[in-house]
């Protein structure tokens, strides 16, 4: 079960205070559904430079 402890209730972010390995599952799932844009899961960055591949 994830505690207050390792997640503090804040009402507009999700942050992680310190690692649980028991509860790596529960947190990757948590972490992945957003990439800080509304609407966005996963995905990357579009346009960031370290999200694009090294120029050849």
Request: net charge negative; hydrophobic share 40%; charged share 25%.
């Amino acid at each position: 079960m994830i505690t207050e402890e390792a997640f503090p209730v804040e009402p507009w972010r999700v942050r992680e205070t310190k690692l649980d390995l028991n509860l790596l599952a529960q947190s990757e799932s948590l972490f992945a559904l957003s990439n800080g844009h509304i609407g966005l899961r996963g995905n990357l960055d579009e346009g960031e430079p370290y999200g694009l591949p090294a120029p050849t």
